[in-house]
C-alpha cells in the first residue's frame, strides 16, 4: 500500500516565525511531490512542486525532498495569518495518468 | 488563469437517486481526474482518464460509478444510486502532458439523506 504520512498537528507558529511541515513517503518509485494548502471547505490549492533531491525556494516558500530517506518538507518563511490552514504533502508515481496519493495532512495555525 | 471549473456546488439528494456531478477541466489539459474527500478525511483518488477511456480507478469506484466525456469541454461523474456514505467533497482536476501538477476545481458538496 503506497503511503504518505504527515503529522496532523494542529501546529502553532507565532506570526513572523519559520513553520516546518513534514512528510514522509512509502513507494520509492515516487517522482514528484507536491504542497497543497486546502482551507476549511476549499479544494487543495498548489504551493510547490519538487522533483530532485535538495531545496527549492519560491518566495517565502522551500520545498526541500531527500529521496533516499523518503521525506519532503516544506518551511514558510515570516508566516502570516493568511497562512492558517491544512497543509497536503502528495506523492506522484511513475505514470502520467497516475493519481496523486494524498497525505492527511498538517494543520498550520499562526498564531499573532 | 485558466481554472478547472465544477458544478453544481452544492447538491443534495435523497439515498437512491442519481447525481451527475459537472467538471470543465482547463482547456488543453489531456488527462482528467476525479477524487473525494469525506469531511474530517484525506482526499482520495477516485479515477484518472485519458483518451477517452478510464486509466487507473481505485476501489472506491465501483459499479455505481462512471465517468464520461461527453463533449469537447465537459468530463463527469455519475453516481447511479447514492449511498449516505457517499457524502463528501467531490474534486475533478486536471492535468496538461507537459507538467506533473494536477490543478483541482472548487468541488462540489454532497449530502446524501
Known amino acids: 500500500q503506497k503511503e504518505v504520512e504527515q503529522n496532523s498537528g494542529p501546529l502553532s507558529v507565532p506570526e513572523g516565525a519559520i513553520a516546518s511541515l513534514n512528510c514522509t513517503y512509502s513507494?520509492?518509485?515516487?517522482?514528484?511531490f507536491f504542497w497543497y494548502r486546502q482551507y476549511s471547505g476549499k479544494s487543495p490549492e498548489l504551493i510547490m512542486s519538487?522533483?530532485?533531491?535538495g531545496d527549492k525556494e519560491d518566495g517565502r516558500f522551500t520545498a526541500q525532498l531527500n529521496k533516499a530517506s523518503q521525506y519532503v518538507s516544506l518551511l514558510i518563511r515570516d508566516s502570516q495569518p493568511s497562512d492558517s490552514a491544512t497543509y497536503l504533502c502528495?506523492?506522484?508515481?511513475?505514470?502520467?495518468?497516475?493519481?496523486?496519493?494524498f497525505g492527511s495532512g498538517t494543520r498550520l495555525s499562526i498564531r499573532p | 488563469e485558466p481554472e478547472v471549473t465544477q458544478t453544481p456546488s452544492h447538491q443534495v439528494t435523497q439515498m437512491g437517486q442519481e447525481v451527475i456531478l459537472r467538471c470543465v477541466p482547463i482547456?488543453?489539459?489531456?488527462?482528467f481526474y476525479w477524487y473525494r474527500q469525506i469531511l474530517g478525511q484525506k482526499v482520495e483518488f477516485l479515477v484518472s482518464?485519458?483518451?477517452?477511456?478510464?486509466?487507473?480507478k481505485s476501489e472506491i469506484f465501483d459499479d455505481q460509478f462512471s465517468v464520461e466525456r461527453p463533449d469537447g469541454s465537459n468530463f463527469t461523474l455519475k453516481i447511479r444510486s447514492t449511498k449516505l456514505e457517499d457524502s463528501a467533497m467531490y474534486f475533478c482536476?486536471?492535468?496538461?502532458?507537459?507538467?506533473?501538477?494536477?490543478?483541482f476545481g472548487p468541488g462540489t458538496r454532497l449530502l446524501v439523506l
Open positions: 482536476a486536471s492535468k496538461s502532458t507537459a507538467q506533473e501538477t494536477q490543478y
Open positions: 513507494d520509492r518509485g515516487s517522482q514528484s
Open positions: 519538487i522533483y530532485s533531491n
Open positions: 502528495a506523492a506522484w508515481p511513475y505514470s502520467s495518468a497516475s493519481k496523486i496519493i
Open positions: 482547456s488543453n489539459h489531456l488527462y
Open positions: 482518464f485519458y483518451n477517452n477511456e478510464i486509466s487507473e
